[in-house]
């Protein structure tokens, strides 16, 4: 495993800048990963899932560090609002979930009252806290179906209804017919008709 001060670096040139997210991103994952045993995320790349419950700075950072990507199935996005994540071994089953503590935020005031501007506090206090002050840490166990795991898709049907190709069992059985999400009413979108 790199450094904090190496992979924050890394962090800040991957996601734009840096931040107190950054720095609570990869203190998530170096944490997770040591708590797991995996010294070497990028050796050990095939062995971990993280599941992430936030769509924001963390996020980035906690790919960065662990290797995990969308498009290799190894980053699940669970829409919670929660600056946490949770890291599983596949080789032996083992899940931590770490999530970052609110009280933090009050601490890295007391800590840098110097500094005015929260984010400055935050993003001092942040690198140099206890893993117990910013976190709090549990083993878990994770509910993985087969077709959420990364490799090649375990199936592949058509939609009845639109036609369009749907892998992994995303589809839904409607009074008979296999459908797609969408077409089963389940859209996040509708159709603009232009003229
Ligand atoms: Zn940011
Ligand atoms: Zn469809």
């Known amino acids: 495993m790199k450094s904090l001060e190496e992979y924050l670096a890394l962090a800040a040139r991957n996601h734009g800048h840096m931040c107190p997210g950054q720095v609570l991103g990869v203190r998530m994952a170096m944490l997770g990963l040591k708590q797991l045993g995996i010294d070497d995320p990028v050796k050990h790349r095939k062995r971990l899932l993280t599941f992430v419950e936030i769509d924001r700075c963390a996020t980035d950072a906690v790919s960065l560090v662990t290797g995990c990507r969308l498009g290799k199935r190894a980053l699940k996005f669970l829409d919670y609002g929660k600056v946490a994540a949770t890291f599983l071994d596949l080789e032996t089953n083992r899940a931590v979930r770490i999530a970052a503590r609110d009280d933090s935020r009050v601490k890295a005031r007391e800590m840098f009252p110097e500094l005015t501007d929260q984010r400055r506090q935050q993003l001092e206090a942040y690198k140099v806290m206890d893993d117990a002050e910013l ?19 375990r199936t592949r049907v058509a939609c009845e209804q639109c036609g369009e190709g749907i892998n992994d069992r995303r589809e839904r059985l409607v009074d008979g017919r296999v459908l797609c999400r969408n077409c089963a009413g389940e859209s996040y979108y509708e159709r603009v008709t232009s003229d």
């Open 135 to 153: 976190f709090t840490s549990q083993w878990v166990r994770v509910k993985l179906k087969s077709e959420d795991l990364p490799g090649r898709p």
